[in-house]
């Protein structure tokens, strides 16, 4: 699904530039469920944002779902991401001034759909992530958690190859963080490659994969516990 | 095109403007002032150019009037200080030099005469014209007719007389037509009586009576008092009247170069004046509402750039979300033209009735100032058009800022 060879990525500070990817290797094949693990400057946040195409990699090889990335001009890249990949942040990132329903309705807007059919839909996901009576509630009238919620189901409802979570539960409390990455898990359980980034060992412990960056290089890449239950 | 007809693409610009109602409402005050402005200057401009129209009236205004005076140099034997007469010579002369220029050439006497009718009378001026007069100021008569080419050769003793003059010598209710009136103790048939005129009046009160009886009665020989030439409406006037002073000049050796002996009025370039100032009006009108239009598209552009900055995040998410650079640079262009062109229709109607306004305030009544203030149609559909246009271009400059930050700036940005 998503492998990548020897990746480098560095970013001009003035007149030198940071390292920030030495040589990434990395393969994550379909039905994964990867966390990156790190503390800050170790490159996981740039390492998704590539992944998730919403920067480009100076070398190495990026190929998502079999194509390789290379040259994306903005139109293309945007045309993926619609189609492969679903965004889940750490603020949430919904738009304030749409409802629930229409914040999860938005994906489908840009792939084309009409109004009635993409209502429709996002109200299912809704109804998925347990929150299809708040579905008219501007993202201001609810919680932290169902505002990650309504996030995920936004992520979601194009059917991507790949959810990318950056610290999903980064702004929110230990119970709500539980029930984020119960959801995570579910959808991961229905067949979706999920990919976390985090600093939390608890929120790694509960994916089944745990890659660690350090100084922008892989330091270990193991199984977890959870996954050797299953 | 389906773009435009997407209802989502409308949602969402409604959403944007619900979500920024009072820069919606500036902005829109912006441009509706600029086409607002055009609108009443145009309107107020061709209000003033109506009036003047009706100053000008039923008056053919490419005419020059011309009398003698004294002469102010000597020559040809002859002293300064002459005085002469225009004569029946002079009149042919003139149409057999400049019969493809002149229009309409009018010989007049005049005279001052008491007129009598059964117990009334008053003084008034008598005038000896041809039938031409009535072409170059037109007579809105209420009785009967104008003097024609019959009353002139047949040196008929008949009248036309104004409505104040009817008033003051004949009773209410009498019909004035066919009586008679004695004019310096002679008696006149009474054949039409004209109403005020519109605008400018050479004559006030006159009895008219033929030329030719004019001449006999008075006694008044070969000579003319002055005359009015209407000149064809391609030919220059002052020009034109230039000529015939020189003609005039030859005729009775007067100096060419005299600058006294012959008196003119040139009505052509009067009116011209009044024109070149309407033309400048009309020019001030369009160069102030352009460049407020203008102001007002710029403040569209600007405050969508703000907007755009504000909105800086919220476009990395829809980017991120899938949107391509050029649905976003649609929307914030489809904003700004939807914005303009409400603004446009806004100012459109609220200067159609402050027009509406004006128009009951100043408009109405004998000596208004401004005479129908309107503004044509085509021209407020060109400004209208040009605002649309203006709107997309400023759109385009917001539009292309918001897809050149990366998603990934835009996402970082708080």
Known sequence: MIKIEKLHKSYPIGKDSLHVLKGIDLHIKEGEFVSIMGSSGSGKSTLLNIVGLLDIHDEGNYYLNGQLIKDLNEKKAAILRNK???????????????????????????????????????????????????????PNELSGGQKQRVAIARALVTKPKVVLADEPTGALDSTTTDSVMDLLKAINDEGMTVFVITHEEEVAEQTKRVVRLKDGVIISDEFTKAAKAV | MKFLFDSDSWQEIYGSIRKNKIRTVIT?????????????????????????????????TNSVFVWTQRTDTPFKGFQKGRRFSLNSNDIEALKSEYGDKIKFLAPRNQTSNLLVHNFKSGTFQVSGDYPVLDMIQKKKLIYGRFINQNDMSSYAKVTVISEDMYKQLFDKGVVPIGEYIKINSINYKVI???????????????????????????????????????????????????????TLKSLHKVHPEDKRAFGSFNLGTEFAKFTDFLTGMQFLTWFVGIA????????IGNILLITVKERTKEIGIRRALGATPKSIRQQIILESVFLTTVAGMLG????????????????????????????????????????IVLGTLIGLIPAHMATVVKPIEALREE
Do not use: C
Request: charged content about 20%; proline content about 3%.
């Open chain 2, 28 to 60: 829109i005050i912006g441009v509706l002032w600029g086409i607002f402005l055009l609108v009443v200057l145009l309107g107020a401009a061709r209000g003033m150019e109506n009036g003047f129209k009706k100053i000008f009236g039923d008056f053919a």
């Open chain 1, 84 to 138: 492969f990949l679903g965004f889940v942040f750490q603020s949430f990132n919904l738009i304030s001034y749409k409802t629930a329903v229409e914040n999860v309705a938005l994906p489908l807007y840009y792939k084309g759909m009409n109004r009635k059919e993409r209502l429709q839909i996002a109200l299912e996901y809704l109804e998925k992530v347990g929150l299809k009576d708040w579905a008219n509630h501007l």
């Open chain 2, 292 to 299: 407020t239009l203008i102001a007002g598209v710029f403040a």
């Open chain 2, 192 to 246: 039409g009586v004209y109403g005020p005129s519109q605008g400018i009046d050479l004559d006030g009160d006159t009895a008219y009576i033929p030329f030719s009886t004019f001449k006999k009665v008075y006694n008044t020989a070969d000579d003319i008092d002055w005359m009015v030439i209407t000149a064809d409406q391609n030919t220059d006037i002052k020009q034109l009247e230039s000529d015939i002073k020189l």
């Open chain 2, 348 to 387: 459109i109607v609220f200067g159609g009735l402050i027009l509406f306004v004006i128009d009951s305030l100043f408009g109405q009544g004998e000596d208004a100032a401004l005479v129908n203030p309107t503004v044509n149609i085509p021209i407020i559909f060109i400004a209208f058009i040009t605002l």
